[in-house]
């Protein structure tokens, strides 16, 4: 049974960043995609990055401002957010796909088979 635990959200102001953790226990690196993903309200959940034995994968709208990251040997991924935008405002979910998928899969269709509680992100203008 895979758990994921995020933290590190909160508010900041525009500009600004955030690192985002989640701590996984149940896999190995080996054998599961992880991604995180947010949903902000009123609005459908939408894939940010993933990432699977160093490949990475980002959303368009996070290209180049986020960064992910993975520890193996924690078992641990982190998201680093830079430049944050009103509009990256949202809840932040830590997500594992075991069998693992290609990042790219995973972000864009969504294909997770576990997921982290969330955790908030609020950018101020």
């Known amino acids: 049974q895979v758990q994921l635990v995020e933290s590190g959200g909160g508010s900041v102001q525009a500009g600004g960043s955030l690192r985002l953790s989640c701590a996984a226990s149940g896999y190995t690196y080996r054998s599961a995609s992880m991604g995180w993903f947010r949903q902000a309200p009123g609005k459908d959940r939408e894939g940010v990055a993933a990432i699977y034995h160093g490949y990475t994968y980002y959303a368009d709208s996070v290209k180049g401002r986020f960064t992910l990251s993975q520890d193996n040997a924690k078992n641990t991924v982190y998201l680093q957010m830079n430049s944050l935008k009103p509009e990256d405002t949202a809840m932040y979910y830590c997500?594992?796909?075991?069998?693992?998928?290609?990042?790219?899969?995973?972000?864009?269709?969504?294909?997770?088979?576990?997921w982290g509680q969330g955790t908030q992100v609020t950018v101020s203008s």
């Open positions: 997500a594992a796909a075991n069998p693992p998928i290609a990042p790219s899969r995973m972000v864009v269709t969504s294909r997770v088979d576990y």
